[in-house]
């Protein structure tokens, strides 16, 4: 199979995009067929190859990959041997895509155990490997990265904004900044308080 590459989303979480694509090639770089693989399907062929493309970019759930494969007008049939050749390749596992997406997520937006927890099941990944993919994720994990954010976005700030008229604005903006990476009212509303405090001592 072949297919041009894309650029991948530095966004977006999952598994290493270059080891993904590196997993790709040596896909594409085997024969049609083999002992353990038949031939597709011709359709099945050409959906199994659009799939390729689409987890080139980055990876997906088996839902999200299914969706994008039925949105470009493969039959159902074909989506399904497509997938689930796929996944004999190795590169279709939602358990592992959704420990992944929620290290990455983690890493780079910060994003809270219960945003997480909504991404992936908008992604139709099952509520078990939600679960276990979340489950180091306790209450002093989300304290500690909420402070952590608070703290970065502080350090940006003039100190002007820390202090007099401004702090309850500044309060505000800081609280609304969490809550939009999933974080409840009442933890934001303590931890900015608590990092204002601290940026406010002598």
């Known amino acids: ?33 083999s002992a353990d693989l038949p031939p597709l399907a011709p359709e099945a062929h050409e959906a199994a190859t659009s799939a390729l493309r689409l987890l080139r970019h980055r990876p997906r759930s088996e839902h999200e990959l299914r969706q994008r494969l039925i949105a470009k007008e493969f039959t159902p049939a074909a989506v399904g041997e497509a ?28 994003r809270s155990r219960g945003a997480l927890e909504r991404e992936l099941r908008d992604k139709g990944v099952a509520e078990g490997h939600i679960a276990h993919a979340v489950a180091d994720i306790d209450d002093a994990d989300e304290r500690r990265q909420a402070a952590e954010l608070v703290r970065a976005r502080l350090a940006r700030r003039p100190d002007a904004a820390r202090s007099g008229p401004e702090a309850q604005g500044e309060r505000r903006r800081l609280v609304a900044f969490l809550a939009r990476r999933g974080y409840p009212t009442g933890l934001a509303m303590s931890v900015v308080d608590a990092e204002l405090a601290a940026h406010a001592s002598p």
């Open 1 to 33: 199979m072949s297919g041009r590459s894309t650029r991948p989303d530095p966004a977006a979480g999952g598994p290493d995009a270059d080891e993904l694509r590196a997993a790709i090639a040596a896909v594409e770089a085997r024969p049609s067929s």
């Open 83 to 110: 997938l689930e050749r796929v996944r004999a390749w190795g590169l279709l596992d939602d358990a592992e895509f959704a420990a992944e997406w929620v290290r990455g997520r983690r890493r780079r937006r910060g």
